[in-house]
Structures are given as C-alpha cells and as structure tokens.
C-alpha cells in the first residue's frame, strides 16, 4: 500500500502546516473520526476540522512527527507518532474532564488507526497511553 503512506505523509504534513482544508479533502464525506472526547463520533470532513481546531486550540504550535508506520491488513495502517505542543488552553479529555492550561510544552504519543480505501481516509481512531497524559497534564504546578 505505497500510495497509502504517501497519503499518511501528506496528511500529517497539511496538519503540521495549518493546512486544514487540505487535510480535511483526505476524508471520505461519510468517514468515522473517534477523537477525544470519546463520547463524541464525528464524520467527514467536517469532523476532521473540528478536532484539528480543537487540538491547536489546546496546544497553538502542536507538532506531529509519524514516528512509525505499520500496515495492519489491507486497508488500515497503524501510525505512531509524536506530539509536541505548548498547553495553552484547555483541553477537553471526555470523562478526564477538562485538562486546564500548563503553558509548558510536553511531548506524548499517540496512536492513529486510519482505513484507507480508494485513496481516502474513510476511518480515524486515536489512542494514547492514559498513564503518560494524565502523569503530564494532571499536575497542577505550572
């Protein structure tokens, strides 16, 4: 699946370079996007664009460098990667609840699980490790 991680590495890219639309284009209409908070499912596009303005909302200079790429099957890839970012504000965890602003900057993990078929994005799910962000965010000294 080469065109795949073609289309990893351009994705990736237009978030790094605020370059939403662009990104939000790699989604199918009816694509399934599970990011926090969990209890919300969003779809398509603009699904896409809501997380992305709601991670550089949290995190203005946030970063994401792909770490690793797997191929899991035939149409899902596994992404790992690293995220850098100045916790400027508030940052909603789902049941966590609001992660307040820290004004330092951290790096944690995440895991990205996308289906690709046809060229589009048509599922993204991400998941970190609970342990490392709560161990980072839940402090309260700045």
Same mark, same amino acid.
Not at 30 to 51: C, F, K, M, Q, V
Not at 111 to 120: D, F, V
């Given at each position: 699946?080469?065109d795949?991680?073609?289309?990893? $590495?351009?994705y990736?890219k #237009? /978030?790094n370079?605020?370059r939403?639309?662009s990104?939000?284009?790699?989604f199918?209409? =009816?694509?399934?996007?599970e990011?926090?908070p969990?209890?919300?499912t969003r779809?398509?596009?603009?699904?896409?664009?809501?997380?992305? $303005?709601a991670?550089?909302? #949290? /995190?203005?200079?946030?970063h994401?460098q792909?770490?690793?790429?797997e191929?899991?099957? =035939?149409?899902?890839c596994e992404v790992?990667?690293?995220?850098?970012?100045t916790h400027?504000?508030?940052?909603s965890?789902g049941?966590?609840?609001?992660?307040?602003p820290?004004?330092?900057r951290?790096?944690y993990?995440?895991?990205?699980?996308l289906?690709?078929?046809?060229?589009?994005?048509?599922?993204?799910?991400?998941s970190w490790?609970?342990?490392?962000?709560?161990?980072?965010f839940g402090?309260?000294?700045?």
């Amino acid at each position: 699946m080469p065109d795949a991680h073609l289309l990893i $590495r351009d994705y990736y890219k #237009a /978030f790094n370079e605020r370059r939403f639309e662009s990104a939000a284009e790699l989604f199918t209409r =009816d694509a399934t996007i599970e990011h926090l908070p969990a209890a919300i499912t969003r779809r398509g596009p603009d699904g896409y664009l809501d997380s992305a $303005r709601a991670a550089v909302a #949290a /995190f203005p200079d946030l970063h994401l460098q792909i770490v690793h790429v797997e191929q899991r099957g =035939d149409t899902i890839c596994e992404v790992d990667v690293l995220c850098t970012g100045t916790h400027e504000g508030e940052w909603s965890m789902g049941t966590l609840g609001p992660f307040k602003p820290t004004g330092r900057r951290h790096s944690y993990h995440i895991r990205e699980m996308l289906e690709i078929r046809g060229g589009k994005i048509t599922y993204s799910s991400l998941s970190w490790d609970l342990q490392e962000i709560v161990a980072q965010f839940g402090k309260s000294e700045p």
